[in-house]
């Protein structure tokens, strides 16, 4: 049975989803950050940095949560949340979740925790606006293409990379622009948080509404 070491809200979010997708059986693990639980020595021998969320898979204990995203869906490959290996439509699911898990998610954090990026405090706000204006134009990316040749990401079928937009987008809900407002990734949006699992998922976590 799968562990998924999780907060609410947090990067767990995407696994969790793709984990209710799938119907398997798995076990939540709360990793309580009001207590800083995630720098626990026990849970930092399954995941160095003490971050959040991290897979038990028998043997296996895996990061970072595109890298669980992918894993979920290639153990369970009935469920068609990725394209057949060495397919373009593969290709292309890399270069989404890349693009989503490398680009967008970066400019969030930054965005939401711009001290981390500056040594002087005066610095905060325009490393602050920065990450914004970055974090808007990388979702405008992403809503171009959904417009264009959507409803999903790789078209006509849901992948995980849609299950980590949803997250991206429920973060990203403070940001100016809210990219739930650009049509198409409302679209998108709209499609995956209405499945059963993903539904599930926001209960669970005790979410509220989503975006």
Not at 163 to 189: H, K, N, T, Y
């Amino acid at each position: 049975m799968y562990e998924l070491f999780y907060y609410p809200g947090n990067a767990s979010m995407a696994p969790h989803f793709v984990l209710e997708e799938l119907g398997v059986p798995f076990e939540l693990r709360l990793v309580d950050r009001k207590r800083n639980g995630q720098k626990d020595p026990e849970y930092m021998k399954r995941n160095p940095l003490g971050r959040i969320p991290t897979l038990v898979d028998g043997d296996l204990v895996l990061f970072e949560s595109a890298a669980i995203c992918l894993h979920l869906a290639d153990r369970h490959p009935e469920a068609n949340l990725v394209p057949v290996l060495g397919s373009d439509d593969r290709a292309h699911l890399y270069k989404w979740l890349m693009f989503l898990t490398n680009t967008i998610q970066p400019d969030l954090m930054e965005f939401f925790y711009p001290d981390r990026h500056t040594t002087r405090a005066e610095g905060i706000p325009a490393v602050r606006a920065a990450a914004e204006q970055r974090s808007q134009s990388g979702f405008v990316v992403i809503d171009d293409v959904l417009r264009s040749a959507g409803p999903y990401l790789l078209g006509e079928r849901p992948s995980v990379a849609d299950f980590f937009l949803l997250m991206l987008v429920q973060w990203a809900q403070d940001l100016s622009e809210r990219p739930s407002r650009l049509a198409g990734i409302r679209r998108c949006a709209d499609l995956i948080a209405a499945r059963p699992g993903v539904q599930r998922a926001v209960v669970t976590e005790g979410l509220g509404p989503l975006y």
